[in-house]
Each structure stands twice: as structure tokens, then as C-alpha cells.
């Protein structure tokens, strides 16, 4: 029985992607976390823009997800702030899943290429309560570093012990429901400064992100905006 859980967020769905291009980046990098991730972790995969697998038009994508489990829903706050709407998935799995009987819960936004093990292998040899990262991020074309901001924590992935994770979950949800002009990684610094959570830090991910330009309709894949991270 799986001892670490990792919830894996996303939006299948915006209206800037009318054509569900979205939906084959996403069986990407879902084919590739499967790979990698080690057989002691179990994945629930959630999204707030589609209630139903039905609604999936990528046939890969349904196959990545059909037998796995699921949190589905079509209501997402995020429209403009991509880690509020995560933050809200994140409240509402911890309303639906015991996360005490996991060892860890980690939390993974869902399209990122996912190249080794690595962030799994960190969460299993974790001895503190979290384990957090504020990495650079380089241009995959050229090498050129990207600069990080201060006083956040990146929230591409970061792991917890499973009680903590349960706490960062009623703390965000404390927050995101009310105007705030907070980002989701400032909130993850917040709480785990404000709360003294201790920590391990990683110096880099192992993921491949991209940041496509949106033009008109539709995205305009230029892969100058691949970033490693």
C-alpha cells in the first residue's frame, strides 16, 4: 500500500486554448511523472476546469488518467492567479482524502517535465517537515538564469509530512477565499516561516517548464521560452 501521495494539479481547459492543445503537453509530462515516480508514492490527479474524464477530447490523456484516482471539478478560481486556483484544489483534496495516512503528501503543478526521480527521492529521505525550493531558472536555449524572486518559496513542487500539508491546507484556505494580494508562493513562505516549519531546501528540481506566449486565440509555441529549473 502506496505510504506517500502527491497531488498533481492542472486546468485542462482555458480559453485561451480553444483547440485543447493543452491537453497533449499534459499527457506529456503525466506519461513522463509516471515513469519516474517510485512505486512507494500513489498520485490523485486534480483539475477544476472539466467535471468528467468525457470531457477530455486527447485519447492519450484519457488513458494516463482513467485508472488512477481523480478529483475533478469545473470551477476554477485561478482564472487570473494560476496558484490560487491550485491552492484551491489543494483544499478541496484534503476535504476528500485522509492525508494522515500517507507518510507525505507532495504537491506537484502538473505540466512540467518531470526528468528523474529526484524530487520523489528528496520527500523520502525527508527528516524535517517540509521541503521547499527556490531554484533558478535558465533558458533551455541559451543557458541565460531567469531571476527568482525573494521571500517565496517555488511551488512547481514541494513536499510535507502529512500533517503539515493537512495545516498548509487549512491555512491557505483561510486566505485565498478573501481578496488577497498575495501569491501562492509568498503564502507557502508565510506559513512556513510565520509557523517556524522546519525545512529542507533544494537547489534545483530537475523539471523543464514551458512559458509560452499566448497570441490572440490560441498559444504561440515559441521554444525559446522553455525554461529548466
Not at 524535517?128 to 531571476?147: H, I, R, T, Y
Request: hydrophobic fraction near 35%; charge should be negative.
Amino acid at each position: 500500500m502506496p505510504d506517500n501521495l502527491v497531488l498533481v494539479f492542472s486546468s485542462f481547459h482555458v480559453d485561451s486554448d480553444p483547440n485543447r492543445e493543452r491537453e497533449e503537453e499534459y499527457a506529456i509530462c503525466y506519461e513522463q511523472l509516471l515513469r519516474v515516480l517510485p512505486e512507494n508514492f500513489t498520485v490523485l490527479f486534480c483539475d477544476n476546469t472539466v467535471s468528467d474524464i468525457s470531457e477530455l477530447k486527447n485519447e492519450r490523456l484519457k488513458n494516463v488518467v482513467k485508472d488512477k484516482l481523480k478529483m475533478f471539478y469545473n470551477d476554477n478560481i485561478g482564472k487570473t492567479n494560476k496558484g490560487l486556483g491550485e491552492l484551491d484544489m489543494l483544499v478541496k483534496a484534503r476535504s476528500n482524502i485522509l492525508f494522515s495516512f500517507y507518510d507525505s503528501v507532495s504537491y506537484l503543478s502538473g505540466r512540467k517535465l518531470i526528468t528523474c526521480p529526484y524530487v520523489f527521492e528528496k520527500v523520502l529521505g525527508l527528516k524535517s517537515d517540509a521541503l521547499v525550493s527556490n531554484p533558478p531558472l535558465f533558458c533551455l536555449e541559451n543557458g541565460q538564469p531567469l531571476p527568482s524572486g525573494q521571500n517565496l518559496f517555488n511551488d512547481m513542487f514541494f513536499g510535507m509530512k502529512s500533517l503539515v500539508m493537512q495545516a498548509y491546507a487549512d491555512y491557505a484556505k483561510g486566505i485565498i477565499y478573501k481578496p488577497t494580494h498575495l501569491g501562492s508562493e509568498q503564502i507557502l513562505f508565510n506559513f512556513i516561516t510565520s509557523n517556524k516549519i522546519s525545512h529542507e531546501t533544494m537547489d534545483f528540481l530537475g523539471f523543464i517548464r514551458n512559458d509560452w506566449e499566448m497570441s490572440g486565440s490560441r498559444y504561440t509555441k515559441d521554444y525559446r521560452n522553455a525554461q529548466w529549473i
